[in-house]
């Protein structure tokens, strides 16, 4: 399959500071990064370095107090479809059933019910959810939560998919096979991934780039191609190039470890909310 | 849990799930046997109790029970009652002002606490007030009521409205500010504008908030026409008891009192209905 001509991301010298009063601090200090459509970059670094914040920038839940972002030319001033967010936690609404969730989107758009439902359907098998349509999300798990989750954010079609550690609240087992159903929806669908995690071996698996950040506030101190061959399956994991880089990786973060860990920070800000 | 392994030893290791006040020689069945014949025979012994303390005129100092009906008294007021043409009208008009009072709160609690849970300014601007009116009790509205509107019918729906219409709003406005932010983001995400959010999330997602708010303000409801009833118009079941006392129809207090109690029940149990049917997602079994 061709990459699509979308799905451009330009970050020009982005400071974003979060929080209110005096709690109010710098997240991210002039962080500058283009990414190419339909690459799939992973950013990595240690709890609260603001790779979420830099994820809330893109989603345009969170605007830069500096610097600019744009998708495709057009700068990013407010949270669109075409720039789809995974939270680490689903956000289905619980009020709707798997498939009324999935055809969210749809409906926003104003397409008439059976043909957003005939969509639905076909993008809920892509991601192994047949004849899961009519549950509610809390009679899922938490793996086919997420999977509604995806397919929810990929039915609008997005230039970029961003993901906050959409894999993060998951057993090991559910973790990897997530990682390897994103892949295969990926190989299909080619948009532009832009996957936060500070898991090294889920970045290493999944990115055609990795970018390292450091702890606050969050600068990217390694921008690397990872070149493993696709498909990639677990025998990747154990590889001794793997290796290498997952090393690499370790010594990265700990050399860029604040002397205690941060709090998690997430796209819309700090973790508690500060309205 | 060593609990369970400990008694598993004995053979018994189904019933130690049932916990310790288990007794060995009980089964499920006689157990609810025993508690419906336990219900059934303290219900007895009550209006047994009743019968006697009111037949023999008892006095005890404080509180005397000379002049109070007795369950004879009582059910033959009642026959009476429903024999009477007068019995539609009663209900008629307090279900009339219940629903005319309860709908009206319902649009206005509903309303002000979408907008004041969801704005700040609205907040700001609408809630002092409101916080300033909240303590009075509806009943003390009464004499100010009357002089308000020139018909007591009105009045007395304006009653029944301020006795629900807290209840609402205070749990509307409590399951608006209770809307997972990131349910809203991701709606944005997704290509929600502004004002469908109300609809498409803030609504559905305070829902079972506003659902309690109902039931209560449907209870608050009752208690409050009642009491208007009592004081001014001449149909209502409010104003039937009032009117037993005062015509000595005694057994018919009795009679008022349980129609105000079954009234009530009654419509605060197809408020959680109909929650429930609108509603499929907080169903058993879809438990969160």
Redesign the interface.
């Known amino acids: 399959m061709i990459a699509p001509p979308t799905g451009r991301v330009d970050i020009a010298h982005v400071h974003i500071e979060v929080g209110a009063g005096v709690d109010r601090f710098e997240a991210l200090h002039d962080v500058s990064l283009s990414i190419a459509p339909g690459e799939f970059v992973c950013l990595l670094g240690p709890s609260g370095c603001g790779k979420s914040t830099l994820l809330g920038a893109l989603a345009g839940h969170l605007a830069p107090s500096g610097g600019e972002v744009r998708v495709d030319g057009a700068i990013v001033d407010g949270p669109h479809p075409d720039r789809g967010l995974v939270f680490q936690q689903h956000t289905l609404f619980p009020w709707q059933t798997v498939i009324d969730n999935v055809a969210f989107g749809l409906k926003m758009q104003g397409v008439a019910r059976a043909q957003r439902r005939v969509q639905a359907h076909e993008l809920l098998a892509s991601v192994g959810l047949q004849g899961f349509e009519s549950r509610y999300p809390s009679q899922l798990s938490g793996g086919m939560q997420q999977r509604v989750e995806i397919a929810r954010v990929l039915i609008n079609r997005p230039r970029v998919l961003l993901m906050d550690e959409p894999f993060g609240a998951l057993d090991a087992l559910a973790r990897a096979r997530m990682q390897q159903l994103l892949l295969e929806v990926w190989s299909r669908v080619r948009t532009t991934v832009v996957f936060v995690t500070h898991d090294i071996d889920e970045a290493l698996f999944l990115a055609d780039r990795l970018l390292v950040m450091s702890a606050r506030p969050g600068r990217i101190i390694e921008d690397r191609r990872l070149d493993f061959a696709r498909p990639r399956d677990e025998s990747l994991v154990t590889s001794s190039e793997f290796a290498a880089l997952k090393r690499h990786c370790l010594r990265l973060l700990h050399r860029g470890e604040a002397d205690a860990p941060l709090p998690r920070m997430t796209p819309l800000g700090p973790p508690i909310a500060t309205l | 849990m060593s609990a369970t392994l400990a008694s598993s030893d004995a053979g018994a290791a189904p019933s130690a799930a049932h916990g310790p006040a288990r007794s060995d020689t009980s089964h499920p069945w006689a157990r609810r046997a025993l508690a419906r014949s336990l219900r059934l025979a303290s219900v007895t012994v009550f209006l047994l109790t009743w019968q006697a303390v009111t037949s023999l005129h008892l006095t005890l100092g404080i509180v005397t029970f000379a002049n109070v009906p007795s369950p004879v008294a009582t059910w033959e007021a009642l026959l009476d009652l429903l024999h009477s043409p007068k019995l539609a009208q009663h209900v008629g008009f307090s279900l009339w002002r219940v629903a005319v009072g309860f709908a009206i709160a319902t649009v206005v609690g509903i309303a002000l606490g979408l907008v004041v849970g969801r704005f700040?300014w609205a907040r700001r601007t609408l809630l002092p007030p409101l916080e300033l009116l909240r303590p009075i009790p509806a009943v003390s509205w009464i004499p100010l009521s009357v002089l308000m509107f020139p018909s007591t019918e009105a009045s007395m729906i304006f009653i029944t409205f301020l006795g629900a219409v807290f209840p609402v709003l205070l749990n509307t406005i409590h399951g608006v500010e209770g809307v997972?932010?990131?349910?809203v983001?991701?709606?944005?995400?997704?290509?929600?504008?502004r004002w469908?959010l109300f609809a498409?999330?803030i609504v559905?997602?305070a829902?079972p908030s506003i659902a309690t708010g109902l039931a209560i303000g449907m209870g608050t409801c009752w208690f409050c026409l009642v009491s208007a009833e009592m004081i001014s118009g001449q149909f209502g079941i409010g104003y039937y008891t009032w009117e037993s006392y005062t015509v000595q129809n005694y057994g018919g207090i009795i009679v008022g009192m349980l129609l105000i109690g079954l009234l009530g029940m009654g419509s605060s149990a197809l408020i959680r209905a109909t929650a429930r049917a609108m509603?499929?997602?907080t169903r058993d079994g879809?438990?969160?």
């Open positions: 700040a997972d932010r990131r349910l983001a991701s709606a944005r995400s997704l290509g929600t504008r469908q498409q999330v559905p997602a829902a509603m499929p997602w879809v438990a969160q």
